[in-house]
């Protein structure tokens, strides 16, 4: 079992910038995959940004790329996603999530995830 405990959402203006946290615990292994995720009310969910733990290259969405970048702090079993320029368009709920094999972009295929944190960009 891999826990995850997402923070540092919130409200900020058009142009700003958030950093959200993915502390992970449990089972974590090197061929662990994390991704960002995002989802609006009455809409699909949407990929963000994923990467093996062990390393590689990092995959962002479109619709994100040149503005967010994802990283993690090994000690301390940490995902960040920095999200600057932030758009209205951006605003959602974004999830950590977690597979353990080869990497993915679809939800379906994460096993674990957390609990979601609010992101709010006012125009």
């Known amino acids: 079992q891999v826990q995850l405990v997402e923070s540092g959402g919130g409200l900020v203006q058009a142009g700003g910038s958030l950093r959200l946290s993915c502390a992970a615990s449990g089972r974590t292994v090197s061929s662990i995959v994390m991704a960002w995720f995002r989802q609006v009310p009455g809409k699909e969910r949407e990929f963000v940004a994923r990467f093996k733990w062990s390393g590689g290259t990092t995959l962002y969405a479109n619709s994100v790329k040149g503005r967010f970048t994802m990283s993690r702090d090994n000690a301390e079993n940490t995902v960040y996603l920095q999200m600057n320029s932030l758009k209205p368009e951006d605003t959602a709920v974004y999830y950590c999530?977690?597979?353990?094999?080869?990497?993915?972009?679809?939800?379906?295929?994460?096993?674990?995830w957390g609990q979601g944190t609010q992101v709010t960009v006012s125009s």
């Open positions: 999530a977690a597979r353990i094999g080869a990497a993915s972009s679809k939800g379906d295929d994460y096993t674990f």
